[in-house]
C-alpha cells in the first residue's frame, strides 16, 4: 500500500499509457502469480477505456491471464528500471518473481491481481476481453480497464506531473538491449 496512490477517473486511464512506458504485467490464477515487462501496450478505445497489450503466447503471463481473464498494467518508474529488465529477462516459471527481488504486492479491488506500488507511478486493473480468433492467431491481447490508480506526486486530476523533483517516478521506455529512456524533459504547445 502506497498513501501517495489515489483513484484515477476511468476516462483518464488511457492517458496513464498514451506515452508508451513500458509496463510491468501482473496476473494470478490458481494459486500462482506473476509479473513479466511489456514494451507493447496502448490504449484502443475510449470509453469503456480499453487496451491492447502484446503479451507472447509462450509465457507464464499469458497462460495465467488466459486462465483467469484478468492481468494489471503497472507503470515502473525509473527506479525499477533493473526489476523491470530482469522481470522481462526470466520466466515465472524457474520461481516466484516477486518473491526473488523481495517486491511487495497489493491486491487489485475489482480483478483481485497483484498491484506493485512501491516504485510504480501508476497501476491499471484490466479484464480480458474474449477474442478467440485474435488468442490463436496472434499475441495481442485486449482487455477492458476496470480501476486504475496513480501516484499523486506524478499524476494528478487527469494529468502527468512530470519535472525534476520527480526523477525516480518518471515512466520508462525501451530502447532495446537493456536501454531505456526515461520520461522527461517536457515541452508544452503554444495553443493559437
Ligand atoms: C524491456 C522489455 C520489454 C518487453 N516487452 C515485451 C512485450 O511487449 N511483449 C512480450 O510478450 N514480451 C516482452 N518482453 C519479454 C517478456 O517480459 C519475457 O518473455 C518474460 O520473461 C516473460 O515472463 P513470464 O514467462 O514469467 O511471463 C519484454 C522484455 C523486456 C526486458
Not at 87 to 113: C, I, N, W, Y
Amino acid at each position: 500500500m502506497n498513501e501517495h496512490f489515489r483513484p484515477v477517473a476511468l476516462e483518464h486511464a488511457s492517458r496513464l499509457i498514451n506515452h508508451g512506458p513500458t509496463v510491468l504485467v501482473t496476473s494470478a490464477a490458481g494459486g500462482r502469480r506473476n509479473v513479466m515487462a511489456a514494451a507493447w501496450s496502448m490504449p484502443v478505445e475510449f470509453t469503456p477505456p480499453r487496451i491492447a497489450v502484446v503479451i507472447d503466447k509462450s509465457t507464464l503471463t499469458r497462460e495465467l491471464v488466459m486462465a483467469s481473464g484478468a492481468f494489471a498494467l503497472c507503470l515502473p518508474g525509473a527506479a525499477l528500471v533493473d526489476f523491470t529488465h530482469a522481470v522481462g529477462s526470466v520466466s515465472g516459471r524457474d520461481g516466484d518473481k516477486f518473491e526473488r527481488h523481495g517486491m511487495a504486492v497489493t491486491q487489485g479491488p475489482v480483478l483481485g491481481m497483484p498491484l506493485i506500488e512501491s516504485g510504480c507511478a501508476a497501476w491499471l486493473e484490466c479484464r480480458l476481453i474474449p477474442e478467440p480468433h485474435t488468442e490463436t492467431a496472434y499475441d495481442t491481447c485486449f482487455a477492458e480497464v476496470v480501476a486504475a490508480a496513480a501516484d499523486t506526486r506524478i499524476f494528478a486530476n487527469g494529468h502527468w506531473l512530470v519535472n525534476d523533483d520527480n526523477q525516480d517516478l518518471h515512466t520508462l521506455h525501451h530502447l532495446g538491449g537493456g536501454n531505456f529512456a526515461r520520461a522527461g524533459g517536457v515541452i508544452r504547445a503554444k495553443s493559437t
